[in-house]
């Protein structure tokens, strides 16, 4: 168990509709990322949060947005869904000691499994 | 733009025959390079953190080592738990600490 939850496990969806998927860190982890992983693309990141900031973005697209709460969970909401967005969708998260010269490990939820029909 | 590729994309090996995986990287200044484990439908599992050239570690029957340009991810003695996809990642030098990862390596182990 990396300390990293994710729900929901799994989410059915019809196209054009909107979902969110949350996530909570591993106690004191202040950075989140999202990434995405389809079985043609692997592991693609979309959006990194630090500390309630932005700090990074990737390949996310426009109608997919993120946020992180003063509690440091983070949530990922995916609007006018289409069918190429089904996917696993990971959260995860790090101590993320900004400046230092060691890489930061980064631990991973389980998934949200997302099938847009 | 750091870039990752791990070869060969699928390898299946009889238990107990050692083998590598291998993993090429370009990043613009390496913090970390890593290890992950994922198995089918699961999130991947941390395996090892390199920091520099001529690094190694050891885990069971895993052993990463490290040089400027790959990283090799060596099994001994496979057995079909290890069965999984190995995922490779850097980290780079930048003002975000994002991993970029290769499509991963399938091993499959046979009894």
């Known amino acids: 168990d990396s300390g990293v939850t994710q729900t929901p496990k799994h989410l059915i969806t019809a196209t054009g509709q909107r979902v969110t998927l949350r996530c909570s860190p591993r106690s004191g982890d202040l950075s989140v990322y999202w990434y995405q992983q389809s079985l043609d693309q692997g592991l693609q990141f979309l959006i990194q949060y630090y500390n309630g900031e932005e700090r990074a973005k990737g390949n996310i697209l426009e109608r997919f947005s993120a946020q992180q709460f003063p509690d440091l969970h983070s949530e990922l909401n995916l609007s006018s869904l289409e069918l190429g967005d089904s996917a696993l969708y990971f959260c995860?998260?790090?101590?993320?000691?900004?400046?230092?010269?060691?890489?930061?490990?980064?631990?991973f939820g389980e998934g949200s499994w997302l099938t847009v029909v | 733009e750091d870039q990752v590729t791990q070869s060969p994309e699928a390898l299946r090996l009889q238990e107990g025959e050692s083998s590598s995986l291998n993993c090429s990287y370009t990043v613009s200044g390496l913090r970390g390079l890593f290890w992950y484990r994922q198995d089918p439908g699961k999130g991947p599992e941390f395996l090892f953190t390199l920091y520099s050239a001529g690094e190694e570690k050891e885990k069971e029957r895993l052993k990463a080592t490290l040089t400027k340009k790959e990283s090799f991810l060596h099994i001994t003695a496979p057995k079909p738990e290890d069965s999984a996809t190995y995922l490779c990642?850097?980290?780079?030098?930048?003002?975000?600490?994002?991993?970029?990862f290769g499509k991963g390596i399938t091993l499959s182990v046979r009894p």
């Open positions: 990642a850097v980290q780079g030098t930048g003002a975000n600490s994002k991993l970029t």
């Open positions: 995860a998260s790090s101590v993320d000691r900004y400046g230092g010269t060691l890489g930061n490990t980064i631990y």
